[in-house]
């Protein structure tokens, strides 16, 4: 029983491929389907049989392969004829570097499976998945699919997905550049200005909250922020951004940070690592940290 027929002169050996590997997968699933391939004037045509009539399930399984095929061959003729066109009519207001860094972030998410790092992952997955249901909504509607014709019609419904995806792209990239910039700025504030305390203990407990001392031992926390008293009453201002400032004002000469993998703001570390370098070290097998590890008071 034939179910779809194929026809393509366009990305010939990755469509024979992925429909190579396709059926290889559906026959693990136990949907079993066959294969018909001719070749007229380099225009191939590949019809799609099954043994029987095809369930609901199956049926639905076979257009969701195809639909990533049909997806694959989208993004790649976007990728390579409208990305760098659009970047530049769209974008003129970045520099030629900044352009080629977005294309290459744009090129990743668009072709490859990312894994779900942040809401921005999650937003250009949901974009992603929302191109394939109309793809799939297509290949509902036809039982055959003239490649060429897709890429020349169809790709015109998944172009609001993909412009919302460069959206999005450059809208990370330019959080990114910007929080570049600022630590930039703290890292030349804090290298002009000399050390006001020797060494700064960070001590992070179970709980996430810290302790912060000096080389004798001593709580210096409000020393460390004595300049940021109003902000310390402010709602808007949390123990992080205190700490923060604190530490830039005060320039310590070596900061060690204990029990790291206690702390529930990864961007705090990442940002006193940053702005100090090597003045930074991490701690987490002294008396301290087994008392942190065993939640004792210190």
């Not at 940021?228 to 060690?256: W, Y």
């Amino acid at each position: 029983m034939l179910f779809l027929s194929l026809v393509y002169d366009v990305y010939e050996d990755y469509i024979s491929s992925e429909i190579s590997r396709m059926k290889n997968l559906l026959e693990s699933r136990g949907i079993m389907v066959g294969i018909s391939e001719s070749i007229d004037k380099n225009v191939h045509f590949l019809k799609l049989y099954s043994g029987e009539e095809l369930t609901l399930k199956a049926h639905n399984t076979i257009n969701i392969y195809i639909a990533n095929i049909l997806y694959g061959v989208a993004m790649e003729e976007f990728v390579n004829k409208e990305l760098p066109s659009f970047l530049t009519d769209s974008y003129f207001f970045l520099k030629f570097d900044e352009l080629k860094d977005i294309r290459e972030r744009t090129i990743k998410v668009l072709t490859q499976e990312g894994t779900i790092l942040d809401e921005n992952m999650v937003y250009c997955i949901n974009r992603k998945n929302n191109m394939k249901k109309k793809i799939i909504a297509c290949l509902e509607e036809n039982d055959e699919i003239n490649i060429r014709g897709f890429i020349t019609f169809r790709i015109k419904d998944l172009k609001e997905d993909i412009e919302c995806i460069l959206d999005k792209v450059v809208e990370a990239f330019m959080v990114e550049k910007e929080y570049s910039e600022f630590i930039k700025l703290l890292k030349y504030f804090v290298e002009i200005q000399e050390s006001k305390i020797e060494e700064v203990n960070i001590f992070i407990k179970a709980d996430g909250t810290y302790i912060i001392k000096d080389d004798k031992g001593e709580d210096i926390l409000g020393r460390l922020t004595s300049d940021l008293s109003e902000a310390r009453f402010s709602s808007t201002v949390s123990i992080e951004d205190m700490l923060i400032s604190g530490l830039i004002t005060n320039s310590p000469g070596k900061i060690v940070i204990h029990c790291a993998d206690n702390c529930l703001n990864k961007e705090l570390l990442e940002t006193i690592k940053n702005v100090f370098c090597e003045r930074v070290s991490y701690c987490s097998s002294c008396n301290t940290c087994d008392s942190l590890k065993h939640n004792s008071k210190i």
